[in-house]
């Protein structure tokens, strides 16, 4: 029988430390990449805002233009990097995040928090810009509003790695919104991919949470890759990345330093697990059908 995830694979979260430094960054990140795909690793995953320090202020400093696709080495030195190195390491690179800039021609400009994924040939698969903009104020703890600056992307973002089968990116805050990973899982996709920066206040609560119910409403695989912390920074990460198996089980997690986490996705376990809990054939779109649109599970 088929199964989602066609063979089993090593999956690699780099928790990167970032800096104000894009280019140390960049350098800092190939160094970490290729150490990932020493320990055989084949999909190799950054965090949200990997090449920028995370903040409103720093969005439109550090934006980069990838449109049109393939942008110069001037208008995205990242897009080149990345691309460049997801050949040197023969890896699937899913590039976190970095800030894109969209200039319209009357001298416009509009912002987003956008991901790129490149294939192990270098060929860029794939981007997915930040659906759910994180604009949160919880008194005396945390505000932030990236919708001071940035724009919304708007589409649910499939990839398909034709030895693996398809993963589904979204960035950070869109973990909040099951809907968009039930729709992904829907369409097939066997790992969902987060790049995020959690907050110390949020982090403790929801983000171990959201990444075990994400796995459990839709039995799949779920990666979080989250920046190291910096206490010296103006926004602190909370870490900790995981990977967690469609049996909402943690695979394994990070602390809050700089580290790599890799593990593996075994094939036949989405089908185990949906074999024991059969979620997809019982769910009731008679009685929720403004939710049905989708329709069922593909193959
Ligand atoms: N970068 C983000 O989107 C942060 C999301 C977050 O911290 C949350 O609590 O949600």
């Not at 800039?101 to 794939?126: H, R, W």
């Not at 759910?132 to 724009?151: A, Q, T």
């Not at 206040?201 to 959201?210: I, P, R």
């Amino acid at each position: 029988m088929a199964t989602l995830l066609k063979q089993s694979v090593k999956l690699a979260l780099i928790q990167l430390s970032c800096t104000a430094d894009k280019a140390r960054n960049l350098s800092h990140a190939r160094t970490k990449v290729l150490e990932a795909t020493k320990q055989g690793a084949k999909i190799v995953v950054l965090p949200e805002c990997f090449n920028s320090p995370y903040g409103t202020k720093y969005f439109p400093q550090y934006a980069e233009t990838l449109l049109p696709s393939p942008p110069t080495e001037d208008q995205s030195p990242t897009f080149h990097a990345l691309s460049k190195l997801a050949k040197e390491a023969g890896v699937y690179v899913v590039g976190g995040s970095i800030p894109e800039l969209v200039e319209a021609k009357k001298g416009d400009k509009t912002y987003y928090n956008t991901n790129m994924t490149f294939a192990p040939s270098g060929e860029l698969l794939a981007t997915h810009r930040k659906v759910h903009l994180f604009d949160i104020d919880i008194p005396g703890k945390i505000k932030f509003r990236e919708s001071d600056v940035l724009s919304p992307g708007n589409k649910i973002t499939l990839v398909d790695l034709p030895e693996y089968g398809k993963i589904a990116l979204a960035i950070c805050y869109d973990i909040r919104f099951p809907e968009l990973a039930t729709i992904a899982a829907r369409k097939g996709a066997f790992l969902l991919l987060y790049p995020g920066a959690f907050n110390l206040t949020t982090g403790k609560l929801h983000w171990e949470l959201q990444a075990r119910a994400r796995a459990m409403d839709n039995q799949v695989f779920v990666g979080l890759c989250s920046p190291a912390r910096d206490m010296e920074a103006e926004y602190n990460a909370w870490g900790h990345s995981l990977v967690v198996d469609p049996n909402a089980e943690v695979l394994g997690g990070l602390d809050e330093k700089e580290g790599i986490l890799v593990s593996e996705l075994v094939a036949g376990r989405i089908e185990e697990v949906r074999k024991g809990i059969p979620l997809y054939t019982q769910r009731r779109f008679d009685v929720y059908p403004d939710v049905a649109e989708g329709g069922k599970f593909e193959e």
